[in-house]
């Protein structure tokens, strides 16, 4: 990474807005402004003006006057990037935003990269890791639930569950320390069943907090929906209906206009992402013939499936549920819903042979969009993510997963040592990859201070 | 001739870390004085009479697999051997002995007497002569200078020493003996930080007048091991110790002193080792213990004069001997010599180099107690590394150090000059982050062949390591060729509940079996066949048996080293300027500037450096 530069970049969200705000960072920053900022007519003496200070002025290329703009300054270190910084707020034109931009590449910015704002941040010891991580998710994260769990991560929610786990795991660690540098010592050592018991929560633990990074990556990427059904079913009715539910819902949450994106709806705060439209399209065929090989992948990797149907189509219906169950028979971590469509055509439609398919079952007209309220109702019951609960971990991010997981491994090859009565020294081998894997996230772990001390604040050690 | 006041290196103290820094700096071919206040106390055993146990044990096997003389001196003065935690897997394994006290100290006399680049001088050492940085040689307190390229200090517990007996205190160096004045005042001015640090004694008694009906037996181990990898001999006969425990009656009437304790009525302000308590601190903080362990030891062969290990203390002697009085076994005790605390000067070691020079006066090296440390064998080590280095400074040879996955001692040093010591440091096998490896019973392989490349061991040494590597290679390749059919061994299995085999099996899968060792094996024909093909040591056997069980590990621990080895790679200039890298936290910058890590690797190991502070540091050094 190259501090040495002065980056810039629109610091607010993609398009048309009232005002849009660009940012600039870096040790050229006041003498980037200098060359393209003036106030009424004078340029401005950059150290006579005090930190946190708004200028109201204007933006030049040359003579030309591109926009009229407020500055906000931030010196001496005091900014989000440790950085001198300006934040110019300029109006919402997409086209003055791209000159803006223009003009301080012109004048020495260069362009920022994706996260390099909180990157120098990082650098310059404004945040720790775990915290830039979580940022740059929080840049990334559109949707509510996806903003808290950024923000909770943030707030040192993660790390304070980490903390926690090290505590336990440190004490473990003491336990069998003690038994390998205190052998001789007249203390009570723990038995290998207690061991055990207290391995098996700390790994419950961790196997939670890794878990949770499924979850935690659905809200961030937005949780992957696969539409099932034979053709003329409805499907791209439904998905239509779906968006327009979405639209009025984005707005009121984030209060920006945005291109409608084809195949990700924001449903009540949780994202859904329609996986590979062409792929439902295909499916159409694949359920037609029979082969339905092809379609197993996409509902694999769907944790949640819309198995569509035309519920006036009476005589196909046996077919189709006997293609459904094939479905359900080979994808049984995903989750089913059964959604009976055209409602309002179907004279006598009745559950009864489709009951044992899935208990979550919605009948709905997407043409005439009745039932979409009680689909929405489903397919958020089905994320699962109605339980998430503030209070609740989330790791969204693949390098802490990848330690827990690590972490995981290490532990379960501790317990399977105690299992098989393998000695102290090989137990402690396998811990320590474990304390050295959760390490990466929380921090070193002393030998002396944590472990060490553990054992001498626990037992009466020493002749 | 020899000029009769200048010689290469002056090694100032006589204790363990003096002994081996003098030893080795004469056995490399220096010019060596050794000035010690006093002569008769050369190679003391100050506290408990034992050297070794669970991690020191494999720092006498380092030592002596370097060229070393500890191991050597406790071999031919020891009067019980146990091999400690022989259950626990052979890392853990530790050799701990009983020393007979005066013939150890006697044994370490000879040995450097019979070392002709060896001369003493029985004087306190009262100033540093240093001129530009670099230190020229010592003063004495009667004024006669000698000089030297470089000066080892290895001063234990007597800069300053200050004992304490119960409301009762005075300056000494140990019981008996004087202390030293003016080196920490002079070190100080010099730009030296100094702190203090404590430690004590427990009382030694009068054999003849306790009650060893009381106690129960502790005996030596029936097939005794050694410490040397030189054919010194194992001990044909041996002494006990005795295992006996405090009550809450003793609790009680040592409670009664604490009014007249030096640790709680403030006289003593600085810090003692959190895992060698005084009795009276091990009752104040685990209170709702009832009793403690109390080892009697004997002191020699034929001494009746007993140490009473677990007692340490420094309350009153009206109070010592009334409390030790009420220990079975203890009524009519005498005791010979009270215990007691001591407090001494100490320099914080993170002032010092990997090779143990002061970062401020070339030439100057620190080893032992005033780096923080506690225990014989931890000085012992420092003062052969200190010997050593100070030796190969004057050759102009390059510095010996020892990395944190070849020995203990590398562990040690690292340990001590990147995180510094808050209490006196003292040797765990948990410190040891590639504990796997570093084991008792191959120190000769990772050490010996540099402690003849550096001229400290003699090359018979390497002579017996060769042989010794051939018939562990020919015992391995043989048993890794050999089958064995399950008729043969389907007995053996079933007797210690391991599952049969089905079909004829590698005898190797069989070694690696949990269960399973090398000498039951022996029962198997084909197995013994190749067990006795040659005179195979237990100790050779032993390390075949561990190659096999534990080749997995040693292979994964081995590319744990190689990690590190990579950040060790990433060397950090020494005049580095830290303010120049603005992403660095205070605290981290102010570490970083004091301890001046030489490598990535060894920045990493300094307590309260973030992760974040690395990546910094990483950055900036253009990676």
């Not at chain 1, 006579?48 to 407020?70: A, K």
């Given at each position: 990474m190259n501090t040495a530069t002065t980056i810039c970049a629109i610091a607010t969200a993609p398009g048309m807005g009232a005002i849009a705000v660009i940012r600039l960072s870096g040790t050229a920053t006041f003498d980037i402004l200098s060359k393209v900022f003036k106030k009424g007519k004078r340029s401005v003496i950059w150290d006579?003006?005090?930190?946190?200070?708004?200028?109201?002025?204007?933006?030049?290329?040359?003579?030309?006057?591109?926009?009229?703009?407020?500055v906000g300054i931030f010196k001496g270190g005091k900014s989000y990037t440790g950085e001198d910084t300006a934040e110019i707020s300029c109006h919402g034109s997409v086209y003055i935003q791209q000159r803006i931009i223009d003009l301080l590449l012109q004048n020495g910015a260069t362009l920022a990269g994706p996260g390099e704002f909180s990157m120098r941040a990082f650098a310059n010891g404004k945040m720790d890791l775990s915290q830039a991580e979580a940022v740059a998710d929080l840049i990334f994260s559109e949707s509510a639930a996806a903003h808290n769990v950024a923000i909770q991560q943030m707030r040192g929610g993660f790390s304070k569950r980490l903390q926690e786990l090290r505590e336990k795991l440190i004490n473990f660690v003491a336990l069998i320390e003690l038994e390998l540098d205190f052998g001789e010592e007249d203390v009570e050592f723990a038995n290998r069943t207690e061991l055990q018991d207290l391995l098996q929560a700390i790994s419950a633990e961790v196997k939670k907090l890794a878990a949770s990074f499924q979850l935690g990556n659905a809200i961030k990427n937005g949780l992957p929906v696969a539409i099932v059904g034979p053709p003329n079913a409805g499907k791209s009715t439904l998905l239509n209906a779906l968006l327009q539910e979405d639209k009025a819902l984005v707005s009121d949450i984030a209060g920006t206009t945005r291109d409608a994106i084809e195949d990700e709806i924001t449903l009540e705060g949780v994202r859904f992402r329609f996986i590979d439209t062409a792929g439902i399209r295909e499916t159409t065929d694949v359920v037609e013939n029979m082969g339905i090989q092809k379609t197993y992948a996409k509902i694999k990797e769907a944790a949640i499936a819309l198995l569509l149907f035309d519920a006036s189509d009476t005589e196909n219906h046996a077919a189709i549920l006997e293609t459904f169950q094939a479905l359900q028979a080979a994808a049984t971590d995903t989750t089913f819903i059964l959604v009976a469509n055209k409602i309002d055509r179907a004279t006598a439609f009745d559950w009864q042979p489709w009951t044992a398919l899935s208990p979550h079952r919605v009948t709905i007209s997407a043409l005439a969009q009745t039932g979409l309220d009680e689909l929405t109702t489903?397919?958020?019951?089905?994320?699962?993510?109605?339980?998430?609960?503030?209070?609740?971990?989330?790791?969204?991010?693949?390098?802490?997963?990848?330690?827990?997981?690590?972490?995981?491994?290490?532990?379960?090859?501790?317990?399977?040592?105690?299992?098989?009565?393998?000695?102290?020294?090989?137990?402690?081998?396998?811990?320590?990859?474990?304390?050295?894997?959760?390490?990466?996230?929380?921090g070193h772990i002393d030998v002396d201070r944590d472990i060490l001390g553990t054992i001498f604040g626990k037992f009466c050690i020493g002749k | 001739m020899k000029h009769s006041n200048k010689y290469d290196v002056i090694v100032v103290g006589g204790g363990h870390a003096g002994c081996e820094a003098a030893y080795a700096a004469g056995k490399m071919g220096a010019n060596t004085l050794l000035v010690t206040m006093n002569m008769q106390a050369i190679g003391q055993m100050s506290c408990n009479p034992a050297m070794g146990g669970v991690a020191k044990g494999q720092i006498v096997r380092e030592i002596d697999a370097l060229g070393g003389m500890s191991g050597i001196v406790t071999d031919e003065t020891m009067i019980q051997f146990r091999m400690l935690n022989r259950s626990k897997g052979p890392a853990m394994w530790s050799p701990r002995a009983q020393s007979d006290r005066m013939l150890f100290a006697e044994k370490w006399r000879l040995v450097l007497e019979s070392n002709p680049n060896v001369d003493f001088y029985q004087e306190m050492i009262t100033s540093l002569i240093v001129e530009q940085g670099r230190v020229i040689g010592v003063n004495t307190a009667l004024g006669i200078p000698?000089?030297?390229?470089?000066?080892?200090?290895?001063?234990?517990?007597?800069?300053?020493?200050?004992?304490?007996?119960?409301?009762?205190?005075?300056?000494?160096?140990?019981?008996?003996?004087?202390?030293?004045?003016?080196?920490?005042?002079?070190?100080?001015?010099?730009?030296?930080?100094?702190?203090?640090?404590?430690?004590?004694?427990?009382?030694?008694?009068?054999?003849?007048?306790?009650?060893?009906?009381?106690?129960?037996?502790?005996?030596?181990?029936?097939?005794?091991?050694?410490?040397?990898?030189?054919?010194?001999?194992?001990?044909?006969?041996?002494?006990?110790?005795?295992?006996?425990?405090?009550?809450?009656?003793?609790?009680?009437?040592?409670?009664?002193?604490?009014?007249?304790?030096?640790?709680?009525?403030g006289a003593i302000q600085s810090t003692g080792p959190r895992y060698c308590p005084s009795i009276e601190d091990k009752i104040n903080r685990f209170a709702d213990k009832d009793r403690h362990q109390i080892f009697?030891?004997?002191?020699?062969?034929?001494?009746?004069?007993?140490?009473?290990?677990?007692?340490?203390?420094?309350?009153?002697?009206?109070?010592?001997?009334?409390?030790?009085?009420?220990?079975?076994?203890?009524?009519n005790a005498k005791i010979f010599r009270p215990g007691y605390a001591i407090e001494y000067d100490y320099f914080p070691p993170t002032q010092i180099k990997h090779t143990l020079e002061t970062k401020l006066v070339t030439g100057l090296y620190f080893a032992g107690q005033i780096n923080g440390t506690t225990g014989y064998e931890e000085a012992a080590c420092q003062g052969l590394m200190a010997g050593i280095n100070a030796a190969l400074q004057v050759f102009e040879r390059p510095a010996f150090i020892l990395d944190r996955s070849e020995a203990y001692i590398g562990v040690l040093i690292d340990d001590l000059i990147t995180k510094g010591t808050e209490e006196p440091y003292r040797m765990f096998t948990s410190r040891a982050e590639f504990r796997l490896l570093l084991r008792q019973d191959n120190a000769d392989q990772r050490l010996t062949p540099k402690g003849v490349a550096l001229g400290l061991a003699d090359e018979s040494r390497m002579l017996r390591l060769e042989e010794k590597l051939n018939k562990i290679a020919k015992l391995n390749s043989d048993l890794t060729q050999l089958s064995v059919e399950p008729s043969e061994v389907n007995d053996l299995l079933d007797r210690v509940s391991s599952s049969p085999i089905k079909q004829r099996s590698k005898a190797v899968a069989l070694v690696s079996r949990p269960q399973l060792n090398l000498r039951q094996l022996n029962e198997v024909a084909t197995i013994a066949d190749v067990l006795q093909a040659d005179d195979y040591s237990e100790e050779e056997i032993d390390q075949v048996e561990i190659a096999i069980k534990y080749a997995g590990y040693i292979e994964r621990e081995q590319q744990n080293v190689d990690k590190m080895v990579r950040l060790q790679e990433l060397a950090i200039p020494e005049q580095f300027d830290y303010q120049k890298v603005k992403g660095l936290s205070t605290e981290s910058r102010q570490k970083f500037e004091k301890i001046r890590p030489t490598t990535l690797s060894q920045a990493s190991r300094i307590s309260g450096v973030s992760p974040a502070d690395l990546n910094v540091l990483l950055i900036y050094l253009g990676r």
């Open positions: 006579d003006v005090p930190p946190y200070s708004m200028l109201y002025g204007s933006l030049y290329d040359g003579t030309t006057l591109i926009d009229d703009v407020v489903a397919l958020v019951a089905g994320s699962g993510l109605q339980h998430w609960q503030q209070a609740d971990i989330i790791v969204s991010n693949s390098r802490h997963k990848q330690a827990l997981l690590a972490a995981l491994a290490a532990l379960q090859a501790t317990e399977e040592g105690i299992t098989q009565g393998l000695s102290g020294d090989l137990l402690a081998f396998h811990l320590r990859d474990a304390l050295k894997s959760l390490g990466e996230i929380t | 000698f000089y030297a390229k470089a000066v080892v200090l290895t001063n234990g517990t007597f800069l300053n020493g200050l004992i304490h007996i119960g409301e009762q205190n005075y300056g000494g160096g140990r019981m008996g003996e004087r202390g030293a004045t003016g080196i920490t005042e002079q070190l100080n001015a010099l730009g030296f930080e100094s702190g203090r640090m404590k430690t004590g004694t427990p009382p030694r008694v009068d054999g003849r007048s306790l009650d060893y009906s009381k106690f129960e037996e502790q005996f030596g181990d029936a097939q005794p091991s050694k410490f040397s990898y030189t054919p010194t001999r194992p001990l044909a006969k041996q002494r006990s110790c005795w295992i006996t425990y405090t009550n809450p009656e003793v609790h009680d009437l040592l409670r009664e002193g604490f009014d007249r304790s030096p640790m709680f009525n009697v030891e004997p002191e020699g062969w034929n001494t009746v004069e007993m140490y009473i290990n677990g007692f340490s203390t420094s309350l009153p002697h009206d109070v010592q001997l009334k409390a030790i009085q009420s220990i079975p076994g203890f009524a």
